[in-house]
């Protein structure tokens, strides 16, 4: 398995996630197989993508989150119930899609994507049916991904849902430093900046990553 899991998921993500344990909270680590497979992840090979959530689970135990502090949820298990696809369904009805356009970034995708899958559409529904479906009290994740909660957020009103509480935790920069591209992320500047700076496995060169020799 190649490096994958960088200091900023393992160590900033990972200690969010151990506070929140400390302070009483079942906490789920969710393997977004399904998300990762259409956001063509790994090749978009499912065998890979299931390796590499294993090699996820090993990494956050080595952290000090095993099994037996944290539930560890494959995406792909709540996919086979009718009842999560309804939320997605819903959740997609009570949105237009040019508000579900602008939740595309979380995906890490420019907003302005004039060549995009059909199936793209489906992920920022998803991920806030995931919070639904999951019956959680607090979703908690990068601040990359706060549009994906905002959407469940927006949904829950709508739909007389109960709405979650968003715990966002800071994006680490690359250490290539500050990158300033012309690929818009988000609509305000100082995050688009953070997105682009942050620490991606997709760029190996920018990343620490948990297990590099000292």
């Given at each position: ?42 090749g978009g ?51 237009s899609l ?74 680490l920069m ?41």
């Open positions: 398995m190649p490096r994958i899991m960088h200091i900023g998921m393992g160590l900033v993500c990972g200690n969010k996630i151990k506070d929140m344990v400390d302070a009483g909270f079942h906490f789920i680590i969710f393997l977004a197989d399904w998300h990762s497979w259409i956001n063509n992840k790994l090979k499912m065998e890979n993508i299931r390796l590499c959530g294993e090699y996820f689970k090993d990494c956050f135990t080595a952290l000090g989150l095993s099994p037996e502090k944290v539930e560890y949820l494959w995406a792909s298990d709540i996919a086979k119930q009718i009842e999560y696809w309804e939320k997605v369904i819903r959740i997609a009805k009570s949105a040019r508000r579900t356009w602008r939740a595309l970034p979380i995906m890490g995708r420019e907003m302005d994507l004039s060549d995009m899958e059909t199936a793209w559409v489906f992920y920022p529904c998803m991920q806030a049916a995931d919070i639904f479906h999951m019956k959680l009290d607090v979703a908690c994740a990068g601040i990359d991904q706060r549009k994906a909660h905002m959407l469940a957020r927006d949904a829950a009103e709508k739909l007389d849902w109960k709405k979650p509480i968003c715990v966002h935790t800071p994006l690359g250490l290539q430093g500050p990158v300033k591209e012309e690929k818009q992320y988000d609509e305000d500047k100082t995050l688009n900046l953070a997105i682009s700076s942050k620490m991606s496995k997709s760029k190996p060169e920018s990343c620490i990553f948990v297990h590099d020799s000292p």
